[in-house]
Each structure stands twice: as structure tokens, then as C-alpha cells.
Nanobody, 122 residues
């Protein structure tokens, strides 16, 4: 079983940077694929980035070149470095862990954190 806790959200001006982290408790972090999703008010949960257990990565087109997902298995933590932030990046950011898949679909993941708010002002 895995419990996930996001941290690092906050307020930033457009063009700025922010890093969020997802700390996992429980056994077996290294065997899980990790994903970041976000959800703005009134919208469905949106895929942002994912990293596999072998550290392959892929990104939503909207964040390519701006966001970087990474993981540190020794620290049981996944990260999302967000640069060149835009107001449309404002959302609650959730991390997720999946055993069998690491795709863009939320249902492919087994565990979810509670989210951390990222607000980007104009």
C-alpha cells in the first residue's frame, strides 16, 4: 500500500517557477509508475506528466518544455519542476501511483494524494 502526500504548492507570478513534491509512504515506491495530474475548478482532472518505474517520462503537450518530472527512489519522492508558469496552470496538483500502467488516464493509477494548490497570477 502507498500513501502519497503532495507539498510545495503556492502562489507565483506568471513566468515564475515552482516545484512540487510527492512523498510516498509504504513499501515499494520504486516499483510504481508516478504521474502528476491537475484539476481546476469546474474542470475534470487533467494529465500533466508521468514517469515510469524505469524513469521514462512523457508530458502533456501543454507543459512540454516547461515542466520536468523526476523521481528519487531513495527518498520515496516524485517531483514536478514547473517553469515559465502561466495563469492557465492554476489548479490543484495531484500525484498518483500506478502499478500496472503509467498513462494519461486517471483510472490507470491506484493511489492518489490529496493535492496541493498552485496559483499563477497574471
Amino acid at each position: 500500500q502507498v500513501q502519497l502526500v503532495e507539498s510545495g504548492g503556492g502562489f507565483v507570478q506568471a513566468g515564475g517557477s515552482l516545484s512540487v513534491a510527492c512523498a510516498a509512504s509504504g513499501r515499494g515506491f520504486s516499483i510504481y509508475n508516478m504521474g502528476w495530474f491537475r484539476q481546476a475548478p469546474g474542470k475534470e482532472r487533467e494529465f500533466v506528466a508521468a514517469i515510469s518505474r524505469s524513469s521514462s517520462t512523457f508530458y502533456a503537450d501543454s507543459v512540454k518544455g516547461r515542466f520536468t518530472i523526476s523521481r528519487d527512489n531513495a527518498k520515496n519522492t516524485a517531483y514536478l519542476q514547473m517553469n515559465s508558469l502561466k495563469p492557465e496552470d492554476t489548479a490543484v496538483y495531484y500525484c498518483a501511483a500506478g502499478f500496472s500502467s503509467w498513462g494519461r488516464i486517471p483510472n490507470e493509477y491506484d493511489y492518489w494524494g490529496q493535492g496541493t494548490q498552485v496559483t499563477v497570477s497574471s
